[in-house]
Protein backbone atom coordinates (compact mmCIF):
# COMPACT_ATOMS: atom_id res chain seq x y z
CA UNK A 1 0.00 0.00 0.00
CA UNK A 2 1.44 3.46 -1.27
CA UNK A 3 1.72 5.43 1.51
CA UNK A 4 2.43 9.50 1.77
CA UNK A 5 3.56 10.79 5.29
CA UNK A 6 3.34 14.24 6.51
CA UNK A 7 5.13 15.80 9.15
CA UNK A 8 6.13 19.18 11.21
CA UNK A 9 2.72 20.76 12.05
CA UNK A 10 2.27 22.32 15.14
CA UNK A 11 1.44 25.58 17.34
CA UNK A 12 3.13 28.59 16.05
CA UNK A 13 2.56 32.59 16.70
CA UNK A 14 0.98 34.74 14.08
CA UNK A 15 4.09 36.32 12.19
CA UNK A 16 6.01 33.14 12.49
CA UNK A 17 7.19 30.03 10.18
CA UNK A 18 7.14 26.73 9.82
CA UNK A 19 7.91 23.91 7.35
CA UNK A 20 6.12 20.56 6.80
CA UNK A 21 7.75 17.62 5.13
CA UNK A 22 6.29 14.71 3.17
CA UNK A 23 8.03 11.77 2.29
CA UNK A 24 6.42 9.64 -0.33
CA UNK A 25 7.77 6.16 -1.54
CA UNK A 26 10.61 6.51 -4.89
CA UNK A 27 8.20 4.50 -6.80
CA UNK A 28 5.73 7.52 -7.04
CA UNK A 29 7.92 10.38 -6.06
CA UNK A 30 9.65 12.09 -9.15
CA UNK A 31 7.11 10.88 -11.40
CA UNK A 32 3.99 12.89 -10.74
CA UNK A 33 2.76 16.43 -9.73
CA UNK A 34 2.66 16.51 -5.88
CA UNK A 35 0.65 19.09 -4.07
CA UNK A 36 -0.23 20.25 -0.20
CA UNK A 37 -4.02 21.21 0.52
CA UNK A 38 -5.41 22.47 3.61
CA UNK A 39 -8.68 22.29 5.56
CA UNK A 40 -9.84 24.56 8.34
CA UNK A 41 -12.57 23.77 10.18
CA UNK A 42 -16.32 23.64 8.84
CA UNK A 43 -14.53 24.49 5.99
CA UNK A 44 -14.17 22.73 2.41
CA UNK A 45 -10.48 21.34 1.69
CA UNK A 46 -8.84 23.71 -0.55
CA UNK A 47 -5.05 23.39 -2.53
CA UNK A 48 -2.30 25.51 -1.33
CA UNK A 49 0.13 24.55 -4.01
CA UNK A 50 1.51 22.05 -6.55
CA UNK A 51 4.68 21.14 -7.98
CA UNK A 52 6.09 19.80 -11.04
CA UNK A 53 7.12 16.25 -11.19
CA UNK A 54 11.37 17.35 -11.50
CA UNK A 55 10.26 20.78 -9.14
CA UNK A 56 10.76 23.42 -11.64
CA UNK A 57 7.59 24.51 -11.59
CA UNK A 58 4.74 25.62 -9.00
CA UNK A 59 1.46 26.73 -8.74
CA UNK A 60 0.06 28.41 -5.32
CA UNK A 61 -3.22 29.54 -4.17
CA UNK A 62 -4.41 33.00 -4.18
CA UNK A 63 -4.28 33.27 -0.42
CA UNK A 64 -1.05 31.71 0.05
CA UNK A 65 0.83 33.35 -2.52
CA UNK A 66 4.45 35.42 -1.27
CA UNK A 67 4.17 33.26 1.87
CA UNK A 68 4.57 29.96 1.00
CA UNK A 69 7.10 28.03 -1.08
CA UNK A 70 6.97 24.49 -2.23
CA UNK A 71 10.10 22.35 -2.88
CA UNK A 72 11.20 18.92 -3.29
CA UNK A 73 14.42 16.96 -2.76
CA UNK A 74 14.65 13.91 -4.90
CA UNK A 75 17.43 12.65 -2.70
CA UNK A 76 15.25 12.41 0.11
CA UNK A 77 12.28 11.73 -1.41
CA UNK A 78 10.17 14.76 0.31
CA UNK A 79 8.25 17.35 -0.30
CA UNK A 80 8.39 20.45 1.50
CA UNK A 81 5.63 23.07 2.55
CA UNK A 82 7.96 26.17 3.92
CA UNK A 83 5.15 28.63 5.35
CA UNK A 84 6.22 32.13 6.53
CA UNK A 85 4.50 34.87 7.76
CA UNK A 86 1.57 32.90 9.51
CA UNK A 87 -1.73 33.90 10.20
CA UNK A 88 -4.67 32.61 12.30
CA UNK A 89 -6.50 32.03 8.98
CA UNK A 90 -3.62 29.11 8.16
CA UNK A 91 -4.91 27.51 10.82
CA UNK A 92 -6.07 24.02 9.50
CA UNK A 93 -5.10 20.46 8.73
CA UNK A 94 -2.51 20.12 5.97
CA UNK A 95 -2.00 16.94 3.69
CA UNK A 96 -0.08 16.43 0.88
CA UNK A 97 -1.32 14.33 -2.55
CA UNK A 98 -0.17 13.05 -5.56
CA UNK A 99 -3.43 13.69 -7.31
CA UNK A 100 -2.54 11.46 -10.45
CA UNK A 101 -2.68 8.71 -8.52
CA UNK A 102 -5.54 9.40 -5.57
CA UNK A 103 -3.13 9.92 -2.97
CA UNK A 104 -3.28 10.79 0.60
CA UNK A 105 -1.07 11.23 3.53
CA UNK A 106 -2.83 11.01 6.85
CA UNK A 107 -2.79 15.31 7.55
CA UNK A 108 -0.79 17.36 10.33
CA UNK A 109 -2.00 19.94 12.19
CA UNK A 110 -1.04 23.87 12.07
CA UNK A 111 -2.25 25.96 14.70
CA UNK A 112 -1.69 29.43 14.18
CA UNK A 113 -2.19 31.28 17.26
CA UNK A 114 -1.10 33.69 19.92
Known amino acids: QVQLVEFGGGLVQPGGSLRLSCVAP????????MAWYRQAPGQQRELVGI????????HYGDSVKGRFTISRDSNKNTMYLQMNSLKPEDTAIYYC???????WGQGTPVNVSS
Open 51 to 58: ISPEGSDS
Open 26 to 33: GSIFGFYN
Open 97 to 103: SVPARGL
